[in-house]
């Protein structure tokens, strides 16, 4: 019943229009950061400011689909995307840190009075070898992590509970000045990536641009993972674990498979997310931040490939006008987000358009 | 004529204090140190009237002349006052005073100190003087004497004495060599002995960890085995019950100041019935309507959890507010000159060990904890046996929620008292109720103790961080034995 937004809907709207207003979506996305290289007083022009939010809300609907995979699909609630999301985001850190910091040590070091780098810090300042670090640092944790707790079939709300101590633990541990990752203030003063001077418009366009080809291609990956046999199984995992054990299959491959899998999407958009705001720090991880998330998928509609987008984009925008217009109420309106989408809208935004579509 | 005598020499003592007191108010300032120093070196019970109106600036009560003190004589009359007070049948006093003697005895002092310490009858005292009297000897010039004062060093367990000992052994202090040796077994004697303190200190700052999860945890694994849904809002309980300790507090203060000091007790069933009805209020709006579907039951319990913490803070302010410790649970008893046990914690022990004693037979004596232990075994079967399962749903909700509510009120005795107490609290219990099993009285206290002494003895060897990370870790590997936690019911149920 739960099948891919992309069929039903096309389905029901008929494939045009469907593929029309996605087409339109697409072009106003890559237009935008043509638009903000536009001379400053051209009445099209996209300040800076916007590029940003539009960029950072982006990334976080990468990390909406990433965890639709794992909670939509295959039943796994995790409270701990914001650790992967951050761990992507620090590996290129400490690239950005060493771009800026030249031959010397990065500035929070000097600070600390240390000589020199820290093991895990050599090789950063190729860009090649940080690419590989936002891979391999949450793809690594997610499968030592993804591997004990499947083989010990833990699920459901112990999962979430275990993933969101995870979170909680990376947090307290990159608080920490010894831990190497600037402690409270985290990475921040960036310079140049590549060469690039990162605050220039054309590298911010770019980026924008990057973040936008990894949003389709991890759509695309999603849509063929869930439209795959490998997709029916998943769904079986997350309504009947056990009959598809009686089956003859083994859910603990699949599931480490797509918590993996999500979690180096996750890193992914971490990576791209701290070149454009500029800062990384351990409130990143905090439990609050991950959870959040969550509300983005439930908003939309899980189980769907659209609906986290859809939320993520909804959620965020409404924040950041929300923190400027009314701060104090913000966390109300949250909160009732939360009961209200659990309440009364279990399957999301999507699910709601899809009952008004059928007659 | 025999009479006469004795008057007279009942009046000498008053006579001698009097005339002491005029000549000290008259005498130059290098005069009355040396007076000082030697009333210190040879105390008689009868001074001690005059030295305790000299600390006040005076030399009789009623009398109106002042004394003009430096600080060089006020620390003399200090030690003085302490010397004689040496002399006082009061144990306490006698304690105090030969602590203060650690600190500033003098050379002269000696004799009469060593008379005094053979002859104290008190165990407590008797260190304190040893120590005093050691730190003396250690200055002088016979290396006979600074043995025996290092030997006297090792026998006591105060910190004190191993700072002592440390500096002795700094190169170029000690010329002596038996000395030096002596000073390196007294050393390591001190050390070990502090390292017993230390450690009960450790095992002690565990327990009462513990216990404070124990509070926060017990009425999360009732609600979880129950209903099967994780509360995220239960940290907010526990934040309710702190906060209506300070409303209970501020009101007392307000209209019945002379019970502010019972106001714990007070606050305890007014802590209970907040929790509880916000809870049981909860479970009819909100999560009743979520059953079978854990996961979103816990999203909207978040919810609830943020909406209370901003409505505490719009309220109450961002600040943390001051809740006071009651006179009888400030303080606490001195185990070891290293080891002090406050009375707080201590009480909120034993509060805890109650509380479980009161949910164990509430749940296993009752009528409704029949009810309660039948919904959570068969939900099914029990509602056609004919129990009102929503009823009974909703009563273990507000019991874990009071329960909870409780908590808050031990927390508020020990801890800081602001918006966001609950959150810090609610990964740590969740671990608990994972660690412990589900429903589990046993499984819960165990696991509460446990994680709590584990963190305080991990968290001095490896840091408060990585000792939680460690603990994680275990707990991950843990579960790998034993899936179902330590307690598991045993049953054949698969979805």
Known sequence: MNQPLLVTASQKAGPRLSLAIGAVVVLLLLALPLLSLLPADHALQVSAYTLTLVGKILCYAIVALALDLVWGYAGLLSLGHGLFFALGGYAMGMYLMRQAAGDGLPGFMTFLSWTELPWYWAGTQHFAWALCLVVLAPGLLALVFG??????????????????ALTFAGMLLFFRNETGFGGNNGFTSFRTILGFDIAAQGTRAVLFLLTVGL??????????????????????VRDAENRLMFCGYDPRGFKLLVWVLSAVLCGLAGALYVPQVGIINPSEMSPT??????????LGGRGTLIGPLLGAGLVNGMKSWFTVAFPEFWLFFLGALFILVTLYLPKGVVGLLKKRSQP | MLRLLLTLLLLLPLATQASEGEFFLTAKPAEQARLLEGWAAQPDAARLPLLENLRQGRIAEGDTRKVRLNNRLRSLIDNALASHQLLSDNTDTRLAAAQQLQKSAQPAQMAFLDRRFASEPDAAVHAALGLALANLQLGASEPAVRLAAVRLLGETGDPVARTRLEALLQPGVESDAAVRTAAETSLAQVKRKLMVGELLGQAFSGLSLGSILLLAALGLAITFGLLGVINMAHGEMLMLGAYSTYMVQVLLQRYAPGAIEFYPLIALPVAFAVSAGVGMALERTVIRHLYGRPLETLLA??????????????????QNVEVSNPAWLSGGIQL??????????????????????LTWLLLNRTRLGLNVRAVTQNRNMAACCGVSTGRVDMLAFGL?????????????????????????????????????????LAGSLWAAFGLGIANKLLEPQIGAVLGKILILALIILFIQKRPQGLFALKGRVID
């Open chain 1, 289 to 298: 931040n991950s959870i959040e998330a969550a509300v983005w998928v439930a």
């Open chain 1, 147 to 164: 591997f004990f707790a499947f083989r010990s079939r833990i699920k459901g709300v112990y999962f979430s509970i275990m993933t969101q």
């Open chain 2, 336 to 357: 070891l000159p290293n080891l002090v046990l406050p009375y707080n914690r201590l009480v909120i022990i034993g509060f805890a060990l109650a509380v479980v004693l």
């Open chain 2, 400 to 440: 874990g929620s009071g329960i909870a509510g409780l908590g808050g009120v031990a927390l508020s005795q020990v801890g800081n008292v602001g918006p966001d107490l609950g959150q810090s609290y609610i990964i740590d219990s969740f671990l608990v109720v994972v660690l412990g099993g589900v429903g589990q």
């Open chain 2, 301 to 318: 319990t978040w919810g609830i959890s943020l909406i209370l913490i901003q409505a505490i803070r719009l309220l109450f302010g961002a």
């Open chain 1, 215 to 236: 949003l389709l291609a991890s759509l695309y990956l999603c849509w063929r993972l869930t439209q795959s046999k490998f997709g029916r199984l998943l769904t079986a």
